[in-house]
């Protein structure tokens, strides 16, 4: 039992490890640890070449096909977004709205524009979805922001709460088609707000960008649980995309994490199983 570390030496440097590890992780309780624990890579952990990973994923994909790199739209129609104008974008430098990239929790009521939410979305649309040899067998997708792997298990889903054209409710971004799925979904300004954990603020948005992440995508490539890490890392990356769009058009932005999961997987129609609820851009007009 203590060779294989099921006991514990009383006085051992082993328990004074662990002592050490209650201390530091103790407020954020037994899931945080078990998750940072459990997914850190170890001395000995073995790592394959990129182009043995190519490989090998080739040769699974003839047995096992990767998933699908976007949510299948089903029988619902697509409302196709307007291509962006490159020009609102290029107004300012890449410097510049580094510099000026701010969360702001306050928000107008004119209405967001449809052609300004369009171009915040094109920070989740493929770049190239068609030339890249890999994607029809690996289901590589590359987007402007970094994923690991080039799997993009991220979902965007917009709640149009007010947006220019669209009436209220969730839609679905299909970055394939660049186009929005309209979805059941329909809530008011107070269920809106609880929601996101009763921060009142979020009531005055125009729309909000939640995003989910689908694990099936990174484990058909990547079936350790290190990959958990993965998710998370990739939703930041795409969020401060979108800030520096919502930067270069004039629009105030944020991004949260203080959701009630059940309360968002209800209005998406997710399953916590397989689609993770991981945060949302609050998005809208300067007052």
């Given at each position: 039992?203590?060779?294989?570390?099921v006991l514990v030496v009383k006085g051992s440097h082993?328990?004074?490890?662990?002592?050490?590890i209650?201390?530091?992780?103790?407020?954020w309780g037994t899931s945080a640890r078990a998750f940072h624990f459990g997914t850190r890579s170890l001395r000995e952990t073995a790592f394959t070449t990129s182009e043995t990973t190519a490989k090998t994923l080739l040769e699974k994909a003839k047995v096992s096909p990767p998933p699908s790199p976007v949510r299948p739209t089903g029988e619902h129609h697509t409302i196709a977004l307007p291509e962006p104008s490159p020009e609102p974008l290029n107004t300012i430098g890449l410097g510049e709205a580094l510099s000026r990239r701010r969360s702001v929790r306050e928000f107008g009521e004119e209405p967001l524009r449809l052609r300004d939410l369009?171009?915040?979305l094109t920070a989740a649309r493929p770049t190239r979805p068609e030339t890249h040899p890999d994607i029809p067998a690996t289901g590589n997708v590359f987007k402007t922001s970094p994923s690991g792997g080039a799997r993009h298990p991220t979902e965007v889903y917009v709640y149009a709460r007010n947006v220019e054209g669209l009436a209220q409710g969730v839609y679905h971004y299909d970055g394939f088609r660049h186009g929005l799925t309209p979805l059941d979904g329909k809530i008011d300004d107070d269920q809106l707000i609880a929601l996101a954990g009763d921060q009142q603020w979020t009531g005055n948005a125009g729309a909000l960008l939640i995003y989910t992440s689908v694990i099936e995508r990174n484990q058909w490539k990547y079936p350790v649980s290190?990959?958990?890490?993965v998710l998370l890392m990739d939703v930041g990356h795409l969020s401060q995309t979108v800030y520096l769009l919502a930067?270069?058009?004039?629009?105030?932005v944020t991004f949260t994490a203080a959701l009630r999961d059940e309360l968002v997987e209800d209005l998406l129609g997710c399953d916590p199983a397989n689609e993770l609820v991981l945060g949302m851009s609050v998005v809208g007009?300067?007052?």
């Open positions: 039992m203590i060779r294989y570390e082993r328990q004074q490890r662990e002592e050490e209650l201390r530091d992780w103790g407020p369009s171009a915040l290190r990959t958990y890490r930067t270069a058009l004039g629009l105030n007009n300067r007052l």
